[in-house]
């Protein structure tokens, strides 16, 4: 299968950092995506990552490591505008044009 | 346009009427896709085109679902004689094709409640 794996929830403080994970089968890998959605509205793009390493900009940074099948979204000096869901979506090779979603981790950023 | 347009916002439907969604691209923009997004989950894959050829159809629940892309920009998601389980917000996508990342620029959705 092509499971995307990440939290269900997740809760932090104002100015902190925090980490979402993400985990999904290595095989046929190409391409790993955050994307961004408040409540109601649509999922906007936060960064891509297809090889090894961490692509950092602004607040937010991605990691990814293709052997270990594993990505995290990294947020930092949070803001109550980051609260959301945090989408972490996989393109496999073959089928490029097809992603496969997780179920989105929803973080609230409290005061 | 300037983003992906979809229409309507809001459908409300009796079971058993058939509804058309529709979707405005992105001008330009090569692939559209169509998606089903029920509250508090991603995204759940139906179908999508480049330019007006349907390359994948996999995620089609049913044969009341169908979708087409006639002149390669706007397309239209029909489903036929609906019933309440297809109740869920219906997003659509595109992507221009030549972009290196391959970002996925979402319309507002239309929800489609089923009574």
């Known amino acids: 299968g092509q499971n995307i794996d990440q939290p269900t929830e997740m809760t932090a403080t104002e100015g902190a950092i925090v980490q979402i994970n993400c985990t999904y089968q290595t095989s046929g890998f190409n391409g790993l995506f955050w994307y961004q959605q408040h409540a109601g509205e649509a999922p906007t793009f936060l960064s891509y990552n297809v090889l090894d390493g961490l692509e950092e900009k602004g607040r937010f940074s991605s990691f990814l490591s293709r052997s270990k099948g594993y990505s995290y979204l990294l947020l930092k000096e949070l803001q109550m505008k980051d609260s959301a869901s945090y989408l972490c979506a996989v393109r496999y090779a073959g089928n490029n044009r097809k992603l496969i979603w997780g179920l989105g981790t929803s973080l609230a950023v409290n005061p | 346009g300037a983003g992906v347009s979809q229409s309507p916002r809001y459908k409300v439907t009796k079971r058993g009427q058939d509804v058309a969604l529709r979707c405005d691209p992105i001008?330009?923009?090569?692939?559209l896709y169509w998606y089903r997004q029920a509250l508090g989950q991603g995204p759940e894959f139906l179908t999508y085109?480049?330019?007006?050829?349907?390359?994948?159809k996999s995620g089609l629940p049913n044969d009341r679902f169908s979708a087409e892309r006639p002149e390669g920009s706007i397309s239209t998601l029909t489903i036929q004689r609906t019933e309440q389980r297809d109740s869920a917000m219906y997003r659509c996508?595109?992507?221009?094709?030549?972009?290196?990342?391959?970002?996925?620029?979402f319309g507002e959705g239309s929800r489609l409640t089923v009574l």
């Open positions: 085109f480049n330019y007006e050829a349907q390359q994948d």
């Open positions: 001008s330009g923009h090569v692939s």
């Open positions: 996508a595109s992507i221009d094709g030549r972009g290196a990342a391959g970002e996925l620029f």
